[in-house]
């Protein structure tokens, strides 16, 4: 046989409550994905260039030098590209004029793609002798480094959420338990235990926060759906990286249930505590 509940949410509490905790929700996951999805553009940027390097010779009399170093690493090398003066004078030529000299000015350079890292660092350090060797990785920190930024303000903006359920909930109990009040004197006077008037609680606000949080996460996704395929589509550097994973999914799924556990949670902690001091 089905129980009772003791006493409920005016419809105005629950209204309200299950907008704001769905508003709260739909951010929270917004947040959460949004992190994750610059989180694995950024890894998967650096795992794209970390092998790369560019190699930059002034001393034209030491090419013969390069070349002996980087045949001598074949095995470690998976591409090479020389790019000739032609190829150097088209891209330098918008910022530098006079064409017909520019050509005594460049360097000689080489595009080279290593097998792991520690390649790039082993065959660098011998390149690193006789030329100047710039990996593409640390060429493009400011682009990482802002990436992580992003991060930083989303994880930020995820905890102001979190914390501001916390204390829509709270005030919720408190707020139902003064109203309530009256029928909080008869349970205590006929002998009801804390725990049964706070379960009382947990099961109206868990009802509620499951509603709220579906609601949130269905109204989150497509959201997030759409900024990644904006992204996607500009396919320019780091924007073009953006993704979540099979992972990344699994933690935005659990975020709603974790915060109607949460809910459940703080309801009981809230109104056990009103119940001792009152």
């Not at 794209?48 to 001598?72: G, I, N």
């Not at 350090?125 to 930024?149: D, N």
């Not at 008037?197 to 759409?226: D, E, N, W």
Request: hydrophobic share 50%.
């Amino acid at each position: 046989m089905k129980r009772p509940i003791v006493f409920s949410l005016l419809r105005e509490q629950s209204l309200f409550m299950t907008v704001i905790i769905t508003l709260l929700t739909f951010l929270s996951v917004l947040a959460l994905g949004i992190s994750l999805a610059i989180g694995t553009g950024v890894l998967r940027w650096n795992n794209q260039w970390e092998r790369f390097a560019t190699v930059q010779l002034m001393d034209l009399d030491k090419t013969e030098s390069v070349k002996k170093v980087l045949e001598k690493n074949q095995n470690k090398i998976e591409n090479v590209t020389e790019i000739d003066a032609a190829q150097m004078q088209n891209l330098m030529a918008p910022w530098v004029s006079g064409g017909s000299v520019l050509k005594n000015y460049l360097p000689k350079m080489w595009e080279v793609k290593f097998n792991t890292k520690s390649d790039l660092e082993d065959v660098g350090l011998e390149l690193s002798k006789i030329a100047r060797v710039l990996p593409h990785a640390s060429a493009l920190k400011t682009s990482t480094g802002a990436g992580w930024m992003m991060i930083f303000m989303s994880g930020f903006v995820l905890l102001l959420t979190l914390g501001a359920i916390g204390f829509c909930i709270s005030y919720i109990a408190r707020n139902t338990a003064m109203l309530h009040r009256r029928e909080l004197e008869i349970l205590n006077q006929i002998g009801a235990s804390d725990g049964f008037v706070a379960r009382q609680m947990q099961i109206i606000v868990g009802k509620i926060s499951l509603i709220a949080c579906a609601t949130g996460y269905l109204s989150a996704v497509p959201v997030i759906l759409l900024i990644l395929s904006m992204a996607r589509s500009a396919r320019v550097g780091l924007m073009a990286m953006l993704g979540l994973s099979g992972m990344g999914w699994l933690l935005l799924t659990l975020l709603p249930i974790a915060i109607v556990v949460f809910s459940i949670l703080m309801t009981r902690h809230t109104t056990i505590n009103i119940l001792k001091n009152s």
